[in-house]
């Protein structure tokens, strides 16, 4: 299988039609800046929403980032969705991600759970395997990564996510039963995202097992075996008596090396969550595999909808875990709220950030209704407490008790139902190296009031980019915080109608674009404009207005009464009539003043 073209340092591949997030996620910046850049161009984007490879262009260039965008094609697409793209100068050997698929009862269930016993009872003499829904083993001191897929459909829901998954599917066939129907669906499924496929032919302990007569079969599906001219490797297994499991995950490691799997560890740490729950006493826990970078307990993350400040980084079998990297799947914990299965998810610079993109994230799938809430009444609690209050965390120091007890109180009377301050220390005296380690642990700000900061500790706050801030003035102190409290609001997102017209006539309608015409009923029309289109009292989309006719001429603005014309971007294929309603909006986001 041929191996993703490594990119050159400057240029970085995309598709056609990419989201906001994950460009941002490619140029290494935040989403924010990104959405920001977009906005004083005019175009309205959230993190979940796509847009064309020439916007991005644009954007790009715009950005100045010494970056250029180039466009995949579909045959390269093919090849390449796989893997994320590797900056091959820096990019390091991971292991294999490896799903197992198949007939229902063929033992897809028995394999995983003998794979992992093999380790497990090799590390624990006789441990109890409990099912979980990724893994990684040792074989001859080289890791490899299982993930239980539960069922294609979800399996195939992950890939669209574009993230790379899995690198090799074993196609599991009890040999005594043969090509069945999810057999055949398996192959097709794992063709099409062109994997590596291996065929474990289980069930060999039993009569009637009969592995040629399954290589026949397979050459039907056109998996041809070596002895048939072609390169499908079909091992005989049993999950029941463990024997070829070995070879099975020799083969694995084989393929491996053969494919030269690698991922960048030097972007930030990213991937999929692929199992996601509440429990008790330790809140929202997902289960997340790492495609790139390094993870690691107090990064910020955000994962659709939801964020976390990663508070325990474990293996799935519990072992708590310092850091992790490409490949590994990882429980994590330190959830505001739960993250859903295939959202992807990525480590942002700090709290503000990854609130802000999962908010963000959180409205568009209200808005477009796609996502329901399965909550728990703890979960909801949870919720509602994470979204009630937000917290600044600083550590104070002043160079008197009174001084500090006055600073303090100031502080504590700011605290409002969303936000409040977290005083995680203070002192008396000089900031000092305590300070300073308690701040980078605690992500907290260091405010010192009549005090100083010696040169190693200016140093030390540098190397850990720890934000330290000295006044003189007890009210510039507090304003400062106010500021910082003000970050933490979630802004407010503001539309303000232009104006409408009622559409008379439809004159060409395609995939992604509509040209229509009618009367002005209210306000003022302006291109480029955002719109809804309303029947009745049910809105049928948010759409773009490009452009506006007066007669055959472009017009800059229409007024009410008048009759115009009117060039629509769609998202998707819109049937509008006539007697629709088309409001024109604009929508700003204001930072909230405390
Ligand atoms: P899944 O539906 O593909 O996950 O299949 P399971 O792992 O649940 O296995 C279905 C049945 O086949 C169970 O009763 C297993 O005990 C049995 N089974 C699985 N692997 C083997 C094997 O290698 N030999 C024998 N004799 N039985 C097996």
């Not at 590797?86 to 050997?93: H, I, L, P, R």
């Not at 949870?382 to 965390?393: P, V």
Request: glycine share 10%.
């Amino acid at each position: 299988m041929p191996e993703a073209e490594a990119p050159a340092t400057t240029t970085i591949e995309i598709e056609d039609m990419i989201t906001v997030g994950t460009l941002a996620e490619r140029l290494s910046i935040p989403v924010s800046r990104l959405i920001g850049e977009l906005m004083k161009n005019g175009v309205m984007a959230t993190v979940n929403e796509r847009i064309d490879f020439d916007t991005a262009q644009i954007i790009v260039g715009e950005l100045d980032l010494g970056l250029t965008l180039v466009k995949r094609t579909a045959a390269e697409d093919a090849v390449t969705k796989r893997a994320k793209p590797v900056n091959s100068a820096k990019a390091v050997v991971r292991p294999p991600v490896v799903a197992v698929m198949g007939h229902v009862d063929h033992g897809k269930t028995s394999l995983l759970d003998a794979i992992r016993g093999a380790d497990v009872v090799k590390g624990e003499a006789g441990g109890i395997t409990q099912h979980i829904s990724a893994y990684q083993i040792d074989h001859n001191g080289r890791a490899i990564t299982f993930l239980d897929t539960p069922g294609h459909e979800a399996f195939a829901a992950i890939r669209e996510h574009g993230a790379m998954l899995t690198d090799i599917v074993i196609i599991v066939v009890a040999a005594d039963d043969g090509v069945k129907p999810q057999t055949v669906e398996a192959i097709r499924f794992a063709r099409k995202a062109g994997v590596k496929i291996l065929v474990a032919a289980n069930k060999m302990d039993k009569e009637g097992a009969d592995v040629n007569r399954l290589k026949q079969q397979l050459t039907e599906h056109d998996l041809l075996t070596e002895e048939w001219g072609g390169d499908t490797i079909v091992l005989p297994v049993s999950a029941k008596t463990k024997d070829g499991i070995p070879e099975l995950l020799d083969m694995i490691l084989l393929v491996t090396d053969v494919e030269e799997l690698k991922a960048d560890i030097y972007v930030p740490a990213s991937g999929l969550v692929i199992e996601a729950h509440v429990e008790q006493g330790r809140g929202p826990v997902g289960t997340a595999l790492i495609e790139a970078g390094v993870l690691k307990p107090g990064q910020f993350i955000v994962a659709g909808g939801a964020y976390a400040k990663v508070r325990n980084l474990e293996t799935t079998d519990g072992k708590p875990l310092q850091q992790a990297g490409p490949s590994t799947p990882v429980v994590i914990t330190g959830f505001k709220t739960l993250p859903e299965f295939g959202d992807e998810f990525i480590a942002v610079y700090n709290e503000k950030a990854a609130r802000q993109q999962s908010v963000d994230t959180a409205s568009d799938r209200q808005a477009s209704g796609g996502h329901v809430d399965i909550g728990s009444s703890e979960l909801i609690r949870l919720i509602n407490r994470d979204n009630k209050l937000q917290e600044l965390n600083i550590i104070v120091k002043a160079d008197v008790q009174g001084s500090l007890t006055s600073v303090i109180d100031s502080l504590k009377a700011m605290d409002t139902e969303e936000v409040s301050v977290r005083i995680v220390g203070s002192g008396v005296g000089p900031i000092g190296e305590n300070d300073l380690h308690l701040a980078h642990s605690s992500g907290a700000i260091v405010y010192g009031f009549n005090v100083s900061l010696p040169t190693s500790g200016r140093q030390q706050a540098g190397r850990d980019k720890i934000s330290v801030r000295l006044y003189k003035v007890i009210y510039e102190l507090i304003d400062d915080v106010k500021e910082e409290l003000g970050k933490l609001l979630s802004p407010e997102i503001v539309e303000t109608e232009l104006g409408r017209l009622v559409v008379k006539g439809i004159f060409n309608t395609t995939k992604t674009a509509i040209i229509c015409g009618g009367e002005v009923t209210k306000g003022k029309l302006v291109a480029p404009a955002l719109a809804k289109v309303f029947r009745g009292d049910e809105q049928l989309a948010e759409v773009e207005v490009t452009g506006l006719k007066r007669g055959p001429a472009e017009a800059k603005e229409i007024v009410a009464g008048e009759m115009c014309g009117m060039s629509l971007k769609t998202t998707k294929k819109l049937e509008l009539e006539e007697g629709d309603r088309i409001e024109l909006f604009t929508r700003e986001a204001i930072q909230r003043q405390l």
